[in-house]
């Protein structure tokens, strides 16, 4: 079954540097299929990643928020009963008092149709790109993608998400 968030729904969580969850809100536990925070507290984040995530996506989000860099991206997640949920995300790294990276927080909201039309096709692609070649191989063609638009990943993510135009991304 698919679930959908509400316009003022704000799934938020926290993570460490090594991706493991030390904060979820009400949302995060509803989304999620969870009955309280001990189910997901000090576990990967990765326990709510839907199989049509390719690895490819993971890598840009790592690559940019160790950077220092905030990411913007669709996912989508699957509870622990097997629902999935699509949602735009908005990953920014927390530092501590010397600057230094502690951890990660996360927002996410309601995806907006055309950002999951077009990403659930670039996905897609990625992840046949990945099972026959590697990841390298589906990074190379969101690269294309985006020299295409002359967009960077995070404008694209805002446009689609802003805009709500369909299709024009593959």
């Known amino acids: 079954m698919e679930l959908f968030l509400q316009d003022d729904t704000l799934i938020t969580s926290k993570t460490d ?10 949302d ?23 199989e049509s995530m390719p ?5 840009l989000l790592w690559d940019t928020v160790k950077g220092g860099e905030e990411f913007f991206g669709f996912a989508c997640n699957r509870s622990a009963q097997g629902n999935t949920y699509w ?27 055309a950002g999951v039309e077009a990403l659930s096709a670039i996905y897609k692609k990625c992840l046949e790109l990945e099972t026959s070649q590697s990841v390298q191989a589906a990074q190379d063609y969101i690269a294309e993608i985006l020299k295409k638009h002359n967009k960077t990943w995070n404008e694209l993510m805002i446009s689609l998400q802003a805009e ?7």
């Open 164 to 170: 709500g135009k369909t299709g024009g991304y593959r």
């Open 87 to 113: 949602v735009f995300a908005n990953i920014t790294p927390s530092y501590d008092a010397q600057g230094n990276i502690v951890g990660y927080y996360s927002v996410r909201r309601r995806a907006s149709k």
């Open 17 to 26: 540097t090594k991706g493991k969850i030390t904060y979820g809100n009400e």
């Open 55 to 59: 690895r490819v996506a993971f890598k």
């Open 28 to 50: 995060f536990c509803y989304f999620g299929g969870f009955k309280d925070e001990k189910e997901f507290i000090n576990k990967p984040h990765n326990l709510i990643r839907h």
